[in-house]
């Protein structure tokens, strides 16, 4: 327990909590131009229950920020919060302007949300779903230059054509994720993108979301594998009952004393044997995706994806 | 890609031609078809004015209902949602009621033709966002359509009441159970000319929303995430199906089924995308109630058969017929 308290006042250390620093202005919190998105004593009721309670994030342009949590403990809560989908309280500044202020096209120009899945239930084919991601940005057919790239950087062109409704739940993510691209926004929330792949794919798509924070972006994504935080996460948030437990980059945070207690697990620190994708192949993007990771990581699965 | 493109807009073309080619065939059906014969002289120009009154209504009726059942459709997110089954048909009629009832009563600062529509067109907005404020949190298709049969009921109940009450009165007996059991046979070209305006707009609105109702498809909030102000959406959805609707009611009274039926018929040839959708559902729905108008002149009878009662009994089982394909197709997807 004693070590527990020590990591949590450690992770606390790190996380800018202060009253005085809460009621800072929108303009204050902005500050410096590769800040994409910054919440201040986020908070969140639900039938007059506090769900997210006291919650500080600041994600940068270029950075993947990983929400980690054991299930309940508030991870989509806080994401739909950061997109502005869900009532909240305290400081919600979006590329220097509150959030809250935008309107809904505004909004949707700068940050895109990427659900676990769609609720979409009528048979619109896999390009008129990623049209629709230009909605804020006055439309766009689905045979659009846009509308096509997009497609195209996920690995969806095969199927642009077919029923959203048919393809399988892997595919649909991917459809998902191309419509947030065509969104052109800056700041992109995505909630477990990839609880529904396969290993494979789940790996495709962790590069493809880590060469899109290279051209710029700033992602933040729920993320239920520990090991997926560590390996491709920038920074870590881990939340429990809806409070930070503890944020910071991923060594620090992804560690056995805080996650044991939270869910259950113990961390092996030693080689153990690990999965890396042989090709790209899954993703047309091949080349992007190598070419924008950290350089640490490229050397890393480059040595062991050819082996 | 290339092939699917031009299979859609093969698809496309070949059902405009068809649209356009039964609309025709229609309007001429519907100036030809009845008790009077063309071939005198003396009744020719009548005949074809009263004719052509009732083809211009049942076709902007239809029109205005189909569309408006599309939007209702896309507004629940739910295909099986409709003016009719969803009670605003009955408001607007209670809403009519209500206003001839008043009428001798009340120094309305309209001519009475404009007062019914506006009667009903209030009638409507009310039942269509009470059923909105009832639903708010669920698109659940049974609680969907058991609101809409309770408001529904509610409403013929209370317009019953006001055609009882009326009975006091001759004159406002007569009229306010002409107006309950609905047609286009009494709508003359003042009607249509106050109802073309409303319906056109009421259109207009709908092509206009239809990119924010494609999105809505997917819920409200990944609909909110894209960018669609979703409350404004709602609203301004609401008001336009309720003019639709006020303007069909007032021109042919309680018709069902043209809203849900239509739509059916049409998506799997126009697809589901709104634009696309609302110009062949106005089309088609003109189509379906003008030609339900001509078969109640041809069924031989003692007067003619209530509008409602043929589209009733033509809606309904298509409507089953539709049900039961689209269930088994989700039984066979499994």
Redesign the interface.
């Known amino acids: 327990m004693a070590e527990r308290d020590a990591v949590t006042r450690r992770a606390a250390a790190v996380e800018p909590g202060s009253a005085t620093e809460r009621a800072a202005s929108a303009k204050d919190v902005a500050r410096g131009d590769d800040v994409a998105l910054v919440a201040r004593g986020l908070e969140v009721k639900r039938e007059g229950r506090v769900v997210l309670s006291n919650v500080d994030v600041q994600v940068r342009r270029g950075e993947l920020l990983a929400v980690l949590g054991p299930n309940g403990a508030g991870k989509s809560t806080l994401l739909r919060a950061l997109a502005g989908l869900l009532p909240s309280t305290g400081v919600l500044v979006l590329d220097g302007r509150a959030l809250r202020t935008l309107t809904d096209v505004e909004r949707a120009r700068s940050i895109a949300f990427v659900p676990q899945r769609s609720g979409l239930v009528s048979p619109f084919s896999a390009a008129e779903v990623v049209a629709q991601g230009r909605y804020a940005r006055g439309g766009a057919s689905p045979r659009s230059a846009e509308v096509r790239a997009a497609l195209a950087r996920v690995g969806a062109s095969a199927f642009a054509e077919r029923a959203f409704t048919t393809l399988s739940v892997g595919e649909q993510q991917r459809v998902l994720l191309a419509r947030a691209l065509a969104t052109d926004a800056t700041v992109l929330v995505l909630d477990e993108p990839t609880a529904p792949l396969d290993v494979g794919q789940a790996l495709a798509t962790f590069a493809l979301l880590r060469s899109l924070a290279a051209e710029g972006r700033a992602l933040v994504a729920a993320v239920h594998g520990l090991d997926d935080a560590r390996r491709f996460a920038d920074r870590v948030l881990v939340l429990e009952d809806g409070r930070t437990r503890a944020e910071g980059v991923p060594r620090e945070v992804v560690a056995d004393p805080l996650l044991r207690p939270l869910y259950g697990v113990s961390l092996r620190e030693d080689a153990a044997p690990r999965f890396d994708r042989v090709s790209d192949d899954a993703s047309e993007a091949a080349g992007d995706v190598a070419a924008s990771e950290p350089a640490d990581r490229v050397a890393r699965d480059e040595t062991e994806g050819s082996a | 890609?290339n092939v699917?493109?031009h299979d859609r807009a093969g698809r496309s073309t070949a059902l405009y031609v068809v649209l356009f080619v039964l609309a025709a065939l229609v309007a001429l059906s519907s100036m030809t078809v009845g008790a009077g014969s063309l071939a005198d002289e003396g009744l020719r120009e009548t005949l074809l004015s009263l004719r052509g009154a009732r083809l211009a209504a049942s076709f902007l009726a239809g029109a205005a209902l189909a569309v408006g059942g599309v939007v209702v459709q896309g507004l629940l997110?739910n295909p099986l949602a409709s003016p009719s089954i969803l009670g605003t048909t009955a408001g607007a009629a209670l809403g009519g009621q209500l206003v001839l009832l008043a009428l001798p009563f009340v120094a309305l600062p309209v001519r009475s033709e404009m007062a019914v529509p506006i009667g009903c067109l209030l009638g409507a907005l009310l039942s269509l966002l009470t059923l909105l404020a009832l639903l708010r949190h669920t698109n659940d298709a049974v609680t969907l359509l058991l609101t809409g049969f309770v408001l529904s009921s509610l409403f013929l109940a209370l317009g019953s009441f006001v055609t009882s009450l009326a009975q006091n009165d001759w004159e406002l007996g007569r009229a306010v159970v002409a107006f309950s059991l609905g047609g286009v046979s009494s709508a003359g070209t003042d009607h249509v000319l106050f109802a073309l305006p409303l319906v056109v707009a009421g259109i207009g609105a709908a092509f206009g929303w239809g990119?924010?109702l494609?999105?809505l498809?997917?819920?409200e909030?990944?609909a909110?995430?894209?960018?669609?102000?979703?409350p404004r959406l709602r609203w301004w959805s609401a008001v336009w199906v309720a003019t639709l609707v006020a303007a069909a009611v007032s021109l042919g009274g309680n018709v069902s089924f043209v809203g849900l039926v239509v739509p059916h018929v049409l998506r799997p040839f126009a697809g589901?995308?709104h634009r696309r959708l609302v110009p062949a559902a106005a089309l088609g729905g003109g189509i379906f109630l003008a030609a339900c108008d001509v078969i109640t002149r041809a069924i031989p009878s003692h007067g003619e058969i209530p509008l409602g009662v043929v589209t009733g009994l033509v809606g309904a089982p298509l409507f089953l017929f539709l049900l039961l394909r689209q269930r088994r197709a989700e039984l066979l997807r499994g």
Not at chain 2, 224 to 230: A, I, K, M, P, T
């Open positions: 890609m699917a493109t997110r990119k924010a494609d999105l498809l997917s819920g909030e990944e909110r995430s894209l960018g669609v102000d979703v589901w995308s």
